[in-house]
């Protein structure tokens, strides 16, 4: 029985050195991304939904852009609170900021891809670039630099959204490390010619995509997914491309507790149950080799079976993992966490497993 565990830990291996390696280096030992700078007109599209203190701060982040010709979308999608009175101070505030009020109806009760249909449809401009309310670009050059990558045939830009650094704090780490690993994965597939999903808090791409797989009625009962399971339905090898310049990215405040950050990885890990089957399946095979890698590894060293051969072969693993994602998160401006790589890694292990089983007993809560 050793004897065959032993060989699927060696197949095992080799499965996650193809991910790290061939997979994610293809994003990993990339070079550096340039930018050349276009005047396309963009439309920004924000959703919010009882966000005022949000709003009040990052609005005008986004409406001080250094971007020619530009026009921000503001949908208050039937906010209980003060959003819709923010949303109208800032109309009049800056000319370039249009409202979209959206009144809950017994059809769409509730749902965001119903108030980004509307958004959407609202936009003057054919080029479309998404964020978060609870989002706010790093730097003035965002738009520059997302509507950049935009070509004749890529017509889906993939950014990367992230968290920011919370002091002294390990739950922050492991979130961030977390967002940096599956941006890993999206901008590598993509790279590889098999885009499959991207985040609305960093996304953009030409209206006629929108319209072209009828926006999200193919999902539009599904709570969640306005931005993977669009990106899963309308990208291709030739539509879509990604950015990745640090002036590109976005920031989120991070759950403070692990119990809302678990919360939240139900919601996303339970959309991805509806992506295409190539892709559940490389996500599958990916989290699978992860548990069984640790499990096999775990009781080869208990029984003492051939330490000789196993200890080399679990550290040559994370130095070569190491490397590859490394290389990563410089690019992604994340190498602090990956002075914790291998105890982070072995808890977000446990912790997708734990995903799995509660979201088989129960279905998460979506949109507010």
């Not at 994610?24 to 920004?44: A, H, L, W, Y």
């Not at 059809?107 to 959407?120: D, E, Q, S, V």
């Not at 590598?188 to 030409?206: C, D, E, H, Q, T």
Request: proline share 4%; aromatic share 18%; net charge positive.
């Amino acid at each position: 029985m050793l004897t065959i565990i032993f060989y699927a830990f060696i197949a095992v291996v080799a499965v996650q050195l193809f991910y790290y390696l061939i997979v994610f280096g293809k994003f990993s030992f990339t070079k550096p991304q340039t930018s050349t700078p276009k005047r396309i007109p963009i439309s920004v599209i924000v959703c919010a939904k009882n966000e005022q203190e949000n709003v009040k701060k990052f609005i005008p982040l986004l409406a001080e852009q250094n971007y020619p010709d530009y026009e921000i979308i503001l949908i208050d999608d039937a906010s209980s609170d003060d959003t819709l009175d923010v949303f109208e101070e800032f109309e009049k505030q800056y000319s370039n900021i249009r409202l979209v009020k959206v009144q809950n109806n017994e059809a769409f009760w509730g749902n965001k891809k119903f108030a980004l249909t509307l958004g959407i449809k609202a936009a003057k401009n054919e080029y479309l670039l998404f964020t978060d309310a609870d989002c706010y670009p790093t730097s003035k050059d965002w738009i520059k630099e997302m509507s950049s990558q935009f070509t004749m045939s890529k017509t889906i830009v993939l950014g990367y959204g992230a968290y920011e650094k919370i002091q002294k704090s390990f739950l922050n780490k492991i979130i961030r490390f977390e967002t940096m690993l599956t941006a890993v994965q999206y901008f590598s597939w993509a790279k590889m010619g098999r885009p499959y999903m991207g985040v609305g808090r960093n996304l953009a791409y030409k209206k006629d995509e929108f319209f072209n797989v009828n926006g999200f009625i193919d999902h539009m009962k599904i709570r969640s997914g306005d931005d993977d399971l669009f990106i899963n339905q309308a990208s291709h090898a030739k539509n879509t491309t990604i950015c990745f310049t640090p002036e590109s990215f976005t920031f989120s405040e991070p759950k403070k507790t692990f119990k809302s950050w678990f919360d939240q990885k139900r919601r996303h890990v339970s959309t991805a149950n509806f992506y295409k089957p190539f892709d559940r399946m490389q996500l599958s095979v990916f989290y699978v080799s992860q548990f069984l890698f640790l499990l096999f590894a775990v009781i080869l060293l208990a029984f003492q079976f051939n330490w000789m051969v196993i200890v080399p072969i679990i550290v040559g693993r994370y130095i070569f993992t190491w490397i590859s994602l490394g290389y990563s998160a410089n690019k992604l401006k994340e190498k602090d966490v990956m002075y914790w790589y291998p105890v982070i890694e072995i808890l977000l292990i446990f912790t997708q497993l734990n995903i799995f089983i509660t979201n088989s007993i129960s279905k998460p809560v979506h949109w507010k």
